[in-house]
């Protein structure tokens, strides 16, 4: 109706009566920049949590963006399913978010998802792995862990002949073998330690050249069961070249008809990352077998559910896995992973 007509329009009633009709800010913007400004969001939100169907996984600063995918998509879900029923008006962006946090979401559950008892291939083998942060764990603390845990297999990463030297002097009732994979000389950082507990009997260990040399264990009671304990180098700028090299490098380990295999060890990679999935196919993580393939070991100043499990016990070739605890020693950015490892006797 018009004011010809004698009734004044609703909208002219309103605005006489409480001025001007607010409008959002967003209704102001012009049609087109309303949808560009969608576009982005929803690209902004796949980048974040599907860097690696995009391709940019291997690509800093996306990569780093693993440390948060969890946290994240559960965020991007509970909050579009909010938009949606506050702003239905808001569906043509908001659905697209929500098709992308459910993608993302796919690929997270399995590994909350325990696969049930592990088949016992042969004599258990408790293996555990904990990065030192440069030498600077606790030693008294780590000792006691070993003395109360008793793990037939420590690997650690960022750990030379100094700190190997000194754990060894801490334990010494315990009877352990060690190595380290790098000559005295260089500082611990650059170094990977593995000590094999009296019930291995006589395994050998042999360096595997890496940006940061790893062990490999072999014989006495592993039987046909090759042990590595790896530190791979880290997606950030200088090392992110050699890194998916490396990566690749664990089919050595992992790749069908390579024989029972265990590696442990900082890879500096999770399941989010193809490079990851590629270079392990074939092999079974202890974590995500747990359901507890989300539970971050690094950094151990956040909370569990905060960061990445960048550490890792994985087993092929017929090797099997119970049990996943994580760990934690003073003094290191890393919590510790240990595992049982069933091996072929």
């Known amino acids: 109706m018009t004011e010809r007509s004698g009734v004044r ?3 002219a009633e309103v605005e006489a009566t409480t001025g001007p009709i607010a409008v959002p800010r967003w209704r102001r913007l012009p049609r087109a920049s309303r949808v560009v400004a969608g576009l982005v969001v929803v690209a902004a939100i796949a980048v974040l949590l599907v860097p690696d169907r995009l391709g940019l996984d291997q690509t800093l600063p996306f990569v780093g963006f693993v440390l948060v995918r969890a946290p994240a998509t559960l965020a991007v879900i509970v909050l579009g399913l909010l938009a949606l029923a506050v702003r239905a008006r808001w569906w043509p962006t908001v659905v697209p978010v929500l098709a992308i946090g459910c993608v993302s979401a796919v690929a997270l ?7 049930g008892p592990g088949v016992d291939q042969g004599p258990d083998l408790v293996v555990l792995v904990q990065n030192v942060d440069r030498g600077s764990a606790d030693v008294p603390a780590l000792a006691g862990v070993l003395r109360e845990r008793r793990p037939d297999v420590l690997v650690l990463p960022e750990a030379g ?4 030297e000194r754990l060894a002097a801490a334990i010494p009732e315990l009877g352990y073998r060690s190595w380290s994979s790098v000559p005295r000389s260089d500082p611990d950082a650059l170094g990977t330690t593995v000590f094999a507990g009296p019930s291995l009997g006589d395994v050998r260990a042999t360096p595997v050249p890496a940006r940061f040399p790893w062990l490999e264990l072999t014989g006495g009671a592993l039987g046909p069961t090759r042990l590595v304990g790896a530190h791979l180098a880290s997606p950030v700028p200088g ?20 024989g029972p295999a265990v590696v442990l060890g900082d890879l500096n990679a999770t399941a989010d990352l193809r490079a990851f999935r590629s270079g392990t196919a074939g092999c079974t993580d202890a974590g995500d077998a747990a ?3 989300l539970l971050a070991t690094w950094p151990a100043g956040l909370p569990r559910w905060l960061g990445a499990q960048l550490d890792h016990v994985l087993v092929g070739g017929g090797a099997g896995v119970d049990g996943f605890d994580v760990i934690e020693v003073p003094g290191t950015d890393h919590r510790g992973v240990l595992v049982t490892v069933h091996v072929q006797a």
């Open 291 to 293: 359901g507890k393939g």
């Open 161 to 164: 002949e100094p700190f190997r």
């Open 109 to 115: 559950v399995p590994r909350l998802v325990p696969d």
């Open 9 to 11: 329009p609703l909208e």
């Open 239 to 258: 090392l992110i070249d050699v890194w998916p090299g490396e990566l690749a490098s664990l089919a050595r380990w992992c790749a069908p008809g390579t």
